[in-house]
């Protein structure tokens, strides 16, 4: 157990003597990559965690800094290569979206906003919570405290009183 703490700790300070050493040099080639200091201090952690387990295996220390440099670059193809792809799907994504989009009319939409307000309350209410949140009779019935007949009925007259205005189509 002795023999294990000692092995530990040697392993550990030949870990820092390396990063130590090679570190700097890492991070300005990660720097010099991305252009992005708080990613290339990143690149470098991975690329030395990496490394951790494969410590005992160096046998030239001299080595490590070819490694790191492999090991970085590579992370940092791999980093642009996942922004790329991320990238890429939200374009996609972002255009369907507007495909299937299309720009409010702001009169009609001011119009139908007004004419709404015109309405009673209630008849305002029940034709929101019908037409917009797409409610069943029974839940809005729940919601205004009211039979389900009832919100048939305020619908129904707000619908017809809706269509005697002349800017609204319904």
Same mark, same amino acid.
């Given at each position: $157990?002795?023999?294990? $703490? ?5 392993? @550990? ?8 050493? #090679?570190?700097?040099?890492?991070? *300005?080639?990660?720097? !010099? ?14 690329a ?7 410590? +005992?295996? !160096?046998?030239?220390?001299? @080595?490590?800094?070819a490694? =790191? ?27 369907? =979206?507007?495909?299937? +989009?299309?720009? *409010? ?6 119009? $139908?906003?007004?004419?709404?307000? #015109? ?9 929101? =919570?019908?037409?917009? /949140?797409?409610? +069943? /009779? ?10 389900? @007949?009832?919100v048939?009925?305020?619908?129904? *007259? ?8 002349? /800017?609204?189509?319904?």
């Amino acid at each position: $157990m002795v023999a294990d $703490m000692g092995a530990e700790q040697g392993h @550990a300070s030949r870990l820092a003597e390396v990063y130590v050493r #090679s570190a700097p040099a890492g991070f *300005r080639l990660a720097y !010099l990559l991305t252009g992005d200091r708080v990613l290339a201090e990143d690149l470098v952690q991975e690329a030395f965690l990496r490394f951790v387990g494969r410590l +005992h295996h !160096l046998r030239e220390p001299e @080595a490590f800094d070819a490694y =790191l440099r492999r090991t970085i670059v590579n992370l940092s193809k791999d980093t642009f290569r996942r922004r790329a792809v991320e990238r890429s799907y939200l374009e996609r994504r972002t255009a369907e =979206l507007r495909e299937g +989009h299309t720009d *409010r009319d702001v009169a009609s939409y001011e119009s $139908m906003r007004t004419a709404l307000l #015109s309405l009673p309350q209630r008849q305002r209410a029940a034709i929101v =919570l019908r037409y917009y /949140e797409d409610l +069943h /009779e029974s839940e809005i019935a729940d919601l205004l405290r009211c039979r389900p @007949a009832t919100v048939r009925s305020l619908v129904a *007259r707000g619908l017809e009183a809706l269509r005697k205005i002349p /800017e609204v189509t319904t």
